[in-house]
């Protein structure tokens, strides 16, 4: 807690006193902390890889220009000129923006429950590659030969099934926890530090693997410009899904962020810088992985597979136990600042709602979303997986409750976030507000941007997805015996997301 900020403070207090970023820079910062996470090394690279190599890369960036940047851009304006959390600032502009506002949060908790699991598995691997102790459990490399962490999948499935799960966790929400209870000095302060350093690493990493003898295939594989046989609706519908979950928008976080500028603080640029640096990191994070797992002879698989079993298991010829160490602290840092930032957004909601100190409000939401995450750690061994390979009821969780939160939660926030901003408030307020401070001015045609194209895309977007289907895991969709139980969990999952929302919202506050 900080000096200049009293403990208890009524809502009019509390715009008066409402903390800030010292520095512009901190804000940018923070923001970029929040976009570059685990997102960028396994999600980026690898849907670029398997949707579309080099036109897909085209389409994200046109995608980034006609939807994504104007989201990041609206939401920094609804809290910038409200001066609150996202449910508490959609609340000013309708009373029902509030229940959006909780959706919101609550889909993003489920995420960020998730997400802290898998930056746990990062840190207890970090730890492995290390120390490179054996790790003993379900999978041996021979008869009494416990793996280590170059020795995949079996380590991978060792640590899966076991309670290191839950140890990783813990010790991953310990310093998130740390970090925000020191509100927005703790925020900037660590990303002061972690934006050079990882970038550093990034570039490094990037450069050594650039001068692996696999460099040509690797790039080959993962920007391939040939190749036009893709399926573009489903390319262009989760495109966007990726953008939003990049751009950390459709989660509320942007708006929190947002909240704590000074009056008339930067936002147009901010918003495009942020979300190139992000672009950026993540396209880096390609060249980095890709030549290395393709000089290893480990290209092809996906997922947080990939990034746990065929990319660490190539490590046994290219750098070894080494680049895996500082490729997983790498991952740590960097999901750490983005689940930093989504703590934060629903912290500060609940601190303006109800107007509770923020270390009372930390220590219950950081509890809370501990507590959420935990079915998503479960390292009991799921029944009758006929991928022939053992795998944890946290991960079938894991990767179902992903697809859809990413993929559709995001989505429609962002589209009924938009619609309120443009129609109900005003397309172009929006753009006035932004203009107000705005390094560059943004033209007028660009409230049309704001009011039809970006909705439009959102909702083709959405439909695309949904053109997909539902969406199985290969081994569960094979197994008669767990695929009825795991097909309700959208139902679930919505369910879940609008009870608590409506809760939320009904619930009596003093703002
Ligand atoms: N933008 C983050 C990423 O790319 C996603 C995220 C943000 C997840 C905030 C949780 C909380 O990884």
Redesign the pocket.
């Known amino acids: 807690m900080d000096e200049e900020m009293p403990s208890e403070v009524s809502s009019v207090e509390a715009e008066v006193a409402r903390e800030t970023w010292i520095t512009r820079m901190g804000f940018i910062f923070a923001v970029w902390g ?7 090394v396994w ?2 690279p690898f849907k670029v890889s398997v949707l579309g190599g080099g036109p897909f890369v085209l389409i994200y960036l046109v995608l980034l220009a006609l939807i994504g940047i104007p989201v990041v851009l609206t939401e920094f304006v609804l809290g910038s000129t409200f001066r609150r959390g996202f449910p508490g600032a959609l609340k000013r502009i309708h009373p029902g923006g509030e229940f959006l506002g909780w959706f919101t949060l609550v889909n ?1 908790a489920i ?2 429950s998730f ?1 802290v699991v898998i930056i746990g598995w990062a840190a207890v691997y970090a730890g492995y590659a290390l120390t490179m102790a054996p790790l003993p459990g379900a999978m041996e490399v021979a008869p009494g030969v416990a793996p280590t962490f170059l020795d995949q999948p079996y380590f991978f499935v060792n640590v899966l099934l076991s309670p290191l799960t839950v140890v990783g966790l813990i010790a991953v929400w310990i310093v998130i926890f740390i970090i925000d209870y020191f509100g927005t000095r703790g925020i900037e302060r660590s990303v002061m530090i972690f934006f050079p350093l990882l970038w550093i690493v990034i570039i490094m990493m990037a450069l050594f693997a650039l001068a692996q003898p696999g460099a040509a295939e690797g790039i080959d594989f993962y920007l391939d410009p040939l190749r036009v046989d893709f399926d573009y609706v489903e390319m262009i519908g989760k495109a966007t899904g990726l953008s939003f ?4 928008a459709g ?1 509320g ?1 942007l708006t929190a962020y947002a909240s704590y500028l000074p009056r008339k603080g930067e936002l147009t640029n901010s918003a495009v810088t942020t979300s190139l640096l ?1 672009t950026t990191f ?1 396209f880096t994070a390609g060249l980095a992985v890709f030549p290395i797992a393709a000089t290893a002879g480990v290209l092809g698989a996906g997922g947080a597979g990939w990034a746990f079993i065929a990319w660490p298991g190539g490590m046994t010829g290219v750098g070894g136990n080494l680049l895996g160490f500082v490729f997983f602290i790498m991952m740590v840092l ?2 750490i600042t ?2 930093v ?2 703590t934060e957004a629903i912290v500060t909601a609940v601190m303006d709602k109800w107007g509770w100190p923020r270390n009372r409000t930390v220590i219950v939401i950081v509890l809370l979303l501990f507590v959420m995450g935990l079915p998503f750690a479960s390292w009991f061994e799921a029944p009758g997986s006929a991928g022939g390979e053992d795998v944890s009821w946290g991960l079938y969780l894991l990767d179902i409750f992903d697809y859809y939160v990413e993929f559709f939660g995001l989505a429609i926030v962002a589209l009924f976030m938009m619609l309120i901003m443009a129609w109900v408030w005003g397309g172009s307020k929006i753009i006035d507000a932004a203009n107000e401070s705005g390094d560059f001015k943004l033209p007028s045609w660009y409230t049309w941007v704001v009011k039809i194209v970006s909705p439009i895309g959102i909702a083709i977007a959405l439909v695309f997805v949904a053109l997909q289907g539902f969406y199985m895991p290969g081994v569960i969709a094979d197994d008669p015996g767990t695929a009825p139980l795991l097909f309700q969990i959208p139902f679930i999952w919505f369910g879940i997301v609008v009870i608590f929302a409506i809760i939320l919202w009904r619930m009596k506050g003093v703002d």
């Open positions: 929040s976009m570059t996470g685990l997102g960028n999600n980026w993003a995420l960020t997400y979950f990049k751009l950390s989660m976080i992000d993540a960097l999901g983005s689940a930032s989504l």
